[in-house]
């Protein structure tokens, strides 16, 4: 089983940035996707950003604002939010798509959730 670690939440004002970090701890042989959703009072959980191999994926309300990174070497990945707004309050949730040593194939790994709030 894989362990999600997050962390950097917190409460900020609107314009402020955070840095929020989710670490993947387990037996991993391999990852590939690496994301971040959120999920706001009374909406469905959505995609914020994800990397894999290939490339970076935003949804278009951060775009320009949001930075995804990762660190390979550590399973580690980043999501850097600049000119934080209220409608960015949400819970951030982590999700890696990993290969264990518990599984031939890749499945989704969740994080507990970190509570991202913009407010002045």
């Known amino acids: 089983q894989v362990q999600l670690v997050e962390s950097g939440g917190g409460l900020v004002q609107p314009g402020g940035s955070l840095r929020l970090s989710c670490s993947a701890s387990?037996?991993?042989?391999?990852?590939?996707?690496m994301g971040w959703y959120r999920q706001a009072p009374g909406k469905q959980r959505e995609l914020v950003a994800d990397?894999?191999?290939?490339?970076?994926n935003y949804v278009d309300s951060v775009k320009g604002r949001f930075t995804i990174s990762r660190d390979n070497s550590k399973n580690v990945v980043y999501l850097q939010m600049n000119s934080l707004k209220p409608d960015d309050t949400a819970v951030y949730y982590c999700?890696?798509?990993?290969?264990?040593?518990?599984?031939?194939?890749?499945?989704?790994?969740w994080g507990q959730g970190t509570q991202v709030t913009v407010s002045s």
């Open positions: 387990g037996r991993i042989f391999s990852t590939s996707a």
């Open positions: 990397i894999t191999s290939g490339g970076t």
């Open positions: 999700k890696v798509k990993a290969l264990t040593g518990y599984y031939s194939t890749y499945l989704d790994y």
